[in-house]
C-alpha cells in the first residue's frame, strides 16, 4: 500500500507543482484541478502547471484559469504526477522530474513507474477516482468545486459511466460527489451538450474517411491536415471522434488516425470487448488502457494506417471475451 507514504510526502511538502499530460482529457484536468484545489484549501503553495491549454469544455471548473504555462526549472517539495503514463508526454513540463521528488499517480496499465513513490492502478476508472481517495484520506472537505473537478474526471475516463473500468465504487464516489454539491444534468450539459460548430463540422467530415477492414469488425478514421484545418476545428475537437467507428454494431476494434504534421500521425485506439489495444499502441512506442490506447507514429497518413489496421487485425487472434 503506497498511500500512506503519499499522503505523509504530500503533508510534509509545502511548496508542490501539479503536472499532467499535453493534449489533456478531462481526467487529466478534472483530477488535476481537483487535487490543486483541495491541497490550495490546505494553505499549501500549490501549482498546476501544463504545457498545453485547457480545452473550453473544462475551463468552468474552478481555477481553470490559474493553470500555468511550464517556464524554466524551479525546485519544488514534491511534483505529483497525475494521469500520465511516461515522462515524455508531459511535453515541457518533463523538466520538472530532474531533481525534484516525483509522486507518480496514475491508472495506466503501461505506466513506466517513473516516480519516488508510484501508486499505479489500473483497475481505477479515472485518477480522479484515485485523488478522491486521497483527498478523504487527508480529511480534506470534499467541497462543491472539488466535487464539480472529481466528477468531470470520472463521467469522461468512463465514457459516462458506460465502460468496464466502470465499478460500483465509481458509481459510490459519483453519489458522494452529488452529495457534495454537484449536479449531474449541469455536468452533462456542460462537457456533451455544448459542441463547438467547427467540432460538428469536423464529425462531419470524419465520417466520409470511414472504412472497414476484417469482416466490417474494424473502421477506421483518418483526417489528415487539410480536413482538419477546413473545419477550423481545435486540437481538442478531435477528442471522441473515435467513437464514431467504435460505436458501430459489427466493429469490434476502432482506429483514428491524426496528422499532426508532415510525416507525423498520432493514432487512437478503441476496442469493445476482446481486442487489447494497448499491446497494439506498444508496439508503436505509445501505450494506455486494454480497450483505449494510443501512439505517435512516423510516416504519412496512408502508410501508418496500413501499418497500424494490420497489427489490429493480428491482435484479433490473442483477444480473450472480457464482458
Ligand atoms: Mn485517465
Given at each position: ?6 499522503i505523509?510526502r ?5 511548496s508542490?507543482?501539479?503536472l ?20 490550495e ?12 491549454e ?25 511534483v ?21 521528488f ?45 466535487s ?21 465504487v ?12 454537484v449536479?449531474?444534468p ?18 462531419k ?23 482538419l ?27 483514428f ?24 499502441a ?40 472480457t464482458?
Amino acid at each position: 500500500m503506497i498511500y500512506p507514504k503519499i499522503i505523509s510526502r504530500i503533508k510534509d511538502s509545502s511548496s508542490i507543482a501539479i503536472l499532467s499530460h499535453v493534449a489533456p482529457d478531462g481526467d487529466n484536468i478534472g483530477s488535476s484541478l481537483g487535487l490543486y484545489n483541495a491541497l490550495e484549501r490546505t494553505g499549501k503553495n500549490v501549482r498546476y502547471i501544463l504545457d498545453d491549454e485547457v480545452p473550453r469544455l473544462y475551463r468552468f471548473l474552478k481555477n481553470a484559469d490559474k493553470v500555468e504555462r511550464p517556464g524554466t526549472w524551479e525546485a519544488f517539495d514534491s511534483v505529483v504526477v497525475l494521469d500520465c503514463g511516461e515522462p515524455k508526454l508531459l511535453g515541457k513540463c518533463s523538466q520538472y522530474l530532474e531533481n525534484n521528488f516525483i509522486i507518480n499517480i496514475d491508472h495506466h496499465i503501461s505506466n513506466t513507474a517513473y516516480g519516488n513513490l508510484n501508486m499505479v492502478d489500473a483497475n481505477a476508472a479515472a485518477v480522479g477516482e484515485m485523488v478522491y481517495q486521497i483527498i478523504k484520506i487527508m480529511g480534506i472537505p470534499m467541497d462543491q468545486d472539488i466535487s464539480e473537478c472529481l466528477y468531470t474526471s470520472i463521467v469522461t475516463d468512463t465514457g459516462q459511466f458506460q465502460y468496464a473500468n466502470t465499478t460500483s465504487v465509481t458509481h459510490q464516489i459519483a453519489g458522494d460527489l452529488i452529495n457534495n454539491g454537484v449536479s449531474a444534468p449541469r455536468m452533462f450539459e456542460q462537457i456533451y451538450q455544448n459542441n463547438s460548430k467547427e467540432k460538428v463540422l469536423l464529425m462531419k467530415l470524419a465520417l466520409e474517411t470511414l472504412e472497414f477492414y476484417h469482416e466490417d469488425k474494424v473502421a477506421c478514421i483518418a483526417m489528415d491536415r487539410e480536413k482538419l484545418d477546413a473545419a477550423g476545428a481545435k486540437p481538442e475537437d478531435s477528442d471522441g471522434l473515435v467513437n464514431l467507428a467504435r460505436d458501430i454494431e459489427s466493429v469490434e476494434a476502432a482506429v483514428f488516425l491524426k496528422e499532426l504534421e508532415p510525416g507525423k500521425v498520432k493514432v487512437g485506439f478503441r476496442s469493445k470487448r476482446f481486442v487489447d489495444v494497448c499491446r497494439v499502441a506498444k508496439q508503436f512506442g505509445g501505450g494506455g488502457h486494454i480497450r483505449a490506447a494510443g501512439c505517435t507514429v512516423a510516416g504519412s497518413v496512408d502508410e501508418v494506417k496500413a501499418m497500424v489496421i494490420e497489427a489490429v487485425i493480428k491482435e484479433f487472434q490473442q483477444g480473450v471475451d472480457t464482458i
